[in-house]
């Protein structure tokens, strides 16, 4: 079916051949007075196209457009002005017109922008490009974003100028809470005052996406190192008002990062401990063989005993390197102190006993049980490693004839305190500062630097905090504190626990 084509104030002959049109036998010429309203009786077919025709030097025909546009704004509507006037076509569009065309024009020119206002018609029709669908869009399109927006597996928010969150994603109000209206320095940062380096602040100070490395510090207490990337947001004016913070969680690459570069420092360093190790170990075996051939017992019961020793501290360094190497869940269990430490003393009696070490013990209890919640694998060689430092101490400080080492434990209602003190050869204070130093080891080629490293990890992981004391050739006193209780960052660890 052919499109009904109203043509109003015709002028005359301004288009030539209008006759040859293909849409003429559709076509109704109406002339209009400019103090009349453009009416459609219902018994008429209502038309898919005007054109109006706007004569020279005629301003109040240019008005009456307006008044036709603002009723009828789902028709399509043309404008014809003088090829002299192209500016009273811009004035159309202004007012409302779909389009315009100049004149004189021909037949063929015509057609086109029938065809072409037809083709918008069919557009406005079956694309749907009314109101309601608009907001119907509209709706889907904001429920998309904010699908995307909360799936994102990122820490994203939107923070205006004065530094206050406008909006955040799933993830951020899953670890850091809902705190719209608050400052993002307090949430992110725990600080009370705006960042001194803040890559956010310079993208509204330049405009520009800017991308950092940095800290935060989550609702539970964990901090993540994330990459920080931000984006300047702008208004229809193009004024930028906020600023969006996009933020990735990094944390276990660089726990990897840092894990692979400790391994080659340890394959260095374990390599030249091994080495020394089994050339003691091959001394030993060399004076029991001279024992054997001579059949001096002595000779070959202190090759035995070097044997011995140097076989006992490369399975202590094997063992070690496998607790780092290796990643392990932590069972949690809740035992008591008392027994805790009776079966770790016993570990180490031995050894203590066969040096003349005196290994004495006490616990101090201000609660009704002396319960607390721990891996005790983990923490038992924890404090192992603290007590055979010590043994090993009170052996090379020959100042005293007889040594102790003091085990003793303070139980309130939240926490568990340690002190572990001996009297043996103690620590300068450049070695202190160095002391939780992975491959750093106060005995020289002795020890391989794991052990009190793989201690304050433990400690770490149990939320606890370890603390050292020492005097040289007058001992050295390690103080933990683990919590009764296992925090929930310990139990469901996702980043690393702040220090305090």
Same mark, same amino acid.
């Given at each position: 079916? *052919?499109?009904?084509?109203?043509?109003?104030?015709?002028i005359?002959?301004?288009?030539?051949?209008?006759?040859?049109?293909?849409?003429?036998?559709?076509?109704?010429?109406k002339?209009?007075?400019?103090?009349?309203?453009?009416?459609?009786?219902?018994?008429?077919?209502?038309?898919?196209?005007?054109?109006?025709?706007i004569?020279e030097?005629?301003?109040?025909?240019?008005?009456?457009?307006?008044?036709? /546009?603002?009723?009828?704004?789902?028709?399509?509507?043309?404008?014809?002005?003088h090829k002299?006037?192209?500016?009273?076509?811009?004035r159309?569009? @202004?007012?409302?017109v779909?389009?315009?065309?100049?004149?004189?024009? /021909?037949?063929?020119?015509?057609?086109?922008?029938?065809?072409r206002?037809?083709?918008?018609?069919?557009l406005?029709?079956?694309?749907?490009?009314?109101?309601?669908?608009?907001?119907s869009?509209f709706?889907?399109?904001?429920?998309?974003y904010?699908?995307?927006?909360?799936?994102?597996?990122?820490?994203?928010?939107?923070?205006?100028?004065?530094?206050?969150? /406008?909006?955040?994603?799933?993830?951020?109000? &899953?670890?850091?809470?809902?705190?719209?209206?608050?400052?993002?320095?307090?949430?992110?940062?725990?600080? +009370?005052?705006?960042?001194?380096?803040?890559?956010?602040?310079q993208?509204?100070?330049?405009?520009?996406?800017?991308a950092?490395?940095? &800290?935060?510090?989550?609702?539970?207490?964990?901090?993540?190192?994330?990459?920080?990337?931000?984006?300047?947001?702008?208004?229809?004016?193009?004024?930028?008002?906020?600023?969006?913070?996009?933020?990735?969680?990094?944390?276990e690459?660089?726990?990897?990062?840092?894990?692979?570069?400790s391994?080659?420092?340890m394959?260095g360093s374990?390599s030249?401990g091994? *080495?020394?190790?089994?050339?003691s170990?091959?001394?030993?075996i060399?004076?029991?063989?001279?024992?054997?051939?001579?059949?001096?017992?002595?000779?070959t019961?202190?090759?035995?005993?070097?044997?011995?020793?140097?076989?006992?501290r490369?399975?202590?360094?094997v063992?070690?390197?496998?607790?780092?190497?290796?990643?392990?869940?932590? &069972?949690?269990?809740?035992?008591?102190?008392?027994?805790?430490?009776?079966?770790?003393?016993?570990?180490?009696?031995?050894?203590?006993?066969?040096?003349?070490?005196?290994?004495?013990?006490?616990?101090?209890?201000? /609660?009704?049980? +002396?319960?607390?919640?721990?891996?005790?694998?983990?923490?038992?060689?924890?404090?192992i490693?603290?007590?055979?430092?010590?043994?090993?101490?009170?052996i090379?400080?020959?100042?005293? #004839?007889?040594?102790?080492i003091?085990?003793?434990?303070?139980?309130?209602?939240?926490k568990?305190?340690?002190?572990? @003190?001996d009297?043996?050869?103690?620590?300068?204070?450049?070695?202190?500062?160095?002391?939780?130093?992975?491959?750093?080891?106060?005995?020289?080629?002795?020890?391989?630097?794991l052990?009190?490293?793989?201690?304050?990890?433990?400690?770490q992981q149990?939320?606890?905090?370890?603390?050292?004391?020492?005097?040289?050739? #007058?001992?050295?006193?390690?103080?933990?504190?683990?919590?009764?209780?296992?925090? @929930?960052?310990?139990?469901?660890?996702?980043?690393?626990?702040?220090?305090?």
């Open positions: 079916m *052919k499109p009904t084509i109203l043509l109003i104030n015709y005359e002959n301004s288009i030539l051949d209008l006759e040859k049109s293909k849409f003429y036998d559709r076509m109704e010429f002339t209009i007075a400019l103090d009349k309203d453009l009416y459609f009786p219902a018994s008429k077919p209502f038309p898919d196209i005007l054109v109006i025709f004569p030097g005629n301003p109040g025909c240019l008005e009456k457009v307006a008044t036709i /546009t603002k009723p009828f704004i789902h028709m399509e509507i043309l404008a014809a002005v002299n006037h192209p500016e009273t076509g811009v159309a569009l @202004q007012r409302g779909s389009d315009f065309f100049t004149l004189p024009t /021909t037949q063929q020119i015509f057609d086109f922008y029938i065809n206002s037809l083709e918008h018609r069919y406005h029709k079956h694309l749907c490009f009314n109101e309601s669908c608009y907001k869009r709706a889907r399109s904001e429920k998309n904010k699908q995307l927006f909360n799936e994102v597996p990122c820490f994203i928010y939107v923070r205006d100028r004065d530094y206050q969150i /406008t909006d955040s994603n799933r993830k951020f109000k &899953e670890y850091f809470g809902h705190h719209t209206g608050e400052y993002c320095f307090g949430i992110c940062k725990n600080r +009370d005052e705006p960042c001194t380096k803040c890559p956010v602040e993208t509204f100070k330049d405009g520009n996406n800017h950092s490395e940095m &800290e935060i510090i989550s609702s539970d207490g964990v901090k993540h190192i994330v990459l920080s990337w931000t984006a300047p947001i702008k208004d229809n004016n193009g004024e930028m008002t906020h600023a969006l913070v996009l933020l990735t969680d990094i944390t690459a660089r726990r990897l990062e840092d894990h692979l570069t391994l080659g420092f394959i374990i030249h091994i *080495k020394g190790l089994l050339t170990l091959d001394g030993g060399y004076m029991m063989d001279t024992g054997f051939k001579t059949n001096d017992r002595g000779k019961k202190q090759g035995l005993e070097l044997s011995r020793q140097m076989t006992s490369i399975k202590k360094l063992l070690d390197i496998l607790y780092y190497t290796k990643t392990r869940q932590m &069972e949690w269990n809740k035992l008591s102190v008392k027994q805790f430490m009776e079966d770790t003393i016993s570990i180490v009696t031995t050894n203590a006993r066969k040096n003349n070490i005196t290994i004495d013990h006490s616990l101090d209890i201000l /609660t009704d049980d +002396d319960l607390f919640e721990i891996d005790e694998k983990s923490l038992q060689a924890a404090m490693n603290i007590l055979e430092n010590g043994i090993e101490a009170c090379d400080n020959p100042s005293k #004839k007889t040594h102790t003091s085990f003793r434990a303070r139980i309130d209602r939240e568990v305190l340690f002190r572990i @003190q009297t043996g050869l103690g620590m300068e204070p450049s070695a202190l500062k160095k002391v939780f130093t992975i491959f750093f080891s106060s005995k020289g080629n002795k020890g391989t630097g052990g009190l490293f793989i201690t304050n990890k433990v400690i149990h939320r606890g905090d370890i603390k050292v004391k020492s005097t040289p050739t #007058k001992g050295t006193c390690f103080i933990i504190k683990i919590p009764r209780t296992v925090p @929930q960052t310990a139990r469901n660890p996702r980043g690393v626990a702040q220090s305090d």
